[in-house]
């Protein structure tokens, strides 16, 4: 890959929710078009109101197309919720917040599959119409998902246990379900990609949903695969994943925690200043808080300028 300019590298970025998607927003901004190609969790899908609800796919599109709140990191800024407030007057479930503009993004996807079209078409249909040129391809076409095993047995559906419950249960497990099958177009882009980073996005719930399906592991230990933590000086910038590791893998938060989850196909890692450890692939030092546009490009650049020298 060192041989190959920035200009005609392919690159593949993994992501998950709000951290995947300002890493795929940043790329999208350095990188010339047509390099970049996103790979998206749909471990977190789940049926609401009757509606098929795709929310880290929708967080990409959104943070793509500049309609992403820069706070919270999903839905559209500046939304209303009348919707949402006349359901809860008639009793209807409102735990999950989708905002009145957001719902048009659920009633068309959910449209298009009671057509016949794949997620990945679905998807492919919603970005073009607003104006996202880089290919946002979900991880599967058919469902995956994510059931969180709480520590008291309880086994509860992703958004149930993150968003209903507030992610307050501590977890045991985390376990991927369904059809174990990336997409055809997910192994081609893998296949073909000169780059693959690994979002600073979840690994239990965001990226480990990706790696188990048939294919996906295996075609990154055929490229070169470049890590960002998501873990900054033993915090997690959002959500619950400190919790995470230590309730399921009963250590410290740390870079070097999330990088175990990688072990076996990583050549490089990026980590916040001071978060280094020993490993046996070369370690990128530098600012990986990526919340404004800027940082998100200027991290971006360095970090594709980090993964050209890796061979
Ligand atoms: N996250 C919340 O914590 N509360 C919500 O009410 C909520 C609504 C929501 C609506 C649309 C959407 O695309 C995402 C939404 N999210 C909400 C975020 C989302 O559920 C999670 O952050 C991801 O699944 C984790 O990656």
């Not at 047509?34 to 109101?49: E, I, K, M, R, Y």
């Not at 307050?168 to 192994?187: F, I, K």
């Amino acid at each position: 890959m060192t041989a190959t300019s920035q200009s005609d590298l392919s690159v593949v970025a993994l992501a998950g929710g709000v951290g995947g998607a300002r890493l795929v927003d940043g790329l999208d901004r350095a990188l010339p078009t047509g390099s970049l190609t996103a790979v998206v969790n749909t471990g977190d899908d789940f049926q609401h109101w009757g509606l098929h609800i795709s929310p880290d796919l929708d967080t990409v599109m959104y943070t793509l197309a500049g309609l992403s709140p820069e706070d919270r990191g999903w839905g559209i800024e500046g939304d209303t919720f009348r919707v949402l407030e006349e359901a809860r007057r008639r009793g209807a479930e409102d735990w999950f917040q989708l905002g009145d503009r957001d719902l048009v993004t659920h009633l068309s996807r959910s449209a298009a599959l009671a057509r016949g079209d794949s997620l990945t078409q679905a998807t492919s249909g919603l970005c073009s119409a607003l104006g996202v040129e880089c290919p946002i391809l979900p991880m599967a076409d058919a469902p995956c998902p994510t059931t969180i095993v709480t520590q008291g047995g309880d086994e509860l559906a992703f958004q149930e246990w993150l968003v209903h419950a507030r992610a307050a249960p501590a977890v045991r497990a985390v376990r991927h379900e369904g059809a174990a099958r990336a997409t055809q177009a997910v192994l081609d882009a893998l296949t073909a990609a000169d780059l693959v980073l690994i979002s600073p996005s979840n690994p239990y719930v965001s990226i480990g949903p990706i790696l188990a399906l048939t294919g996906v592991a295996d075609a990154l230990r055929q490229t070169i695969a470049v890590a960002v933590s998501p873990i900054l000086g033993g915090k997690a910038v959002k959500g619950p994943l400190a919790t995470m590791i230590q309730e399921i893998d009963g250590c410290t938060p740390s870079a070097e925690a999330v990088a175990r989850h990688y072990e076996g196909f990583l050549d490089g890692f990026a980590v916040h200043p001071g978060d280094g450890f020993d490993a046996p692939y070369p370690i990128l030092e530098t600012n990986i808080l990526i919340q404004s546009k800027r940082d998100r490009v200027v991290f971006a650049r360095e970090l594709i300028e980090f993964s050209r020298s890796l061979r």
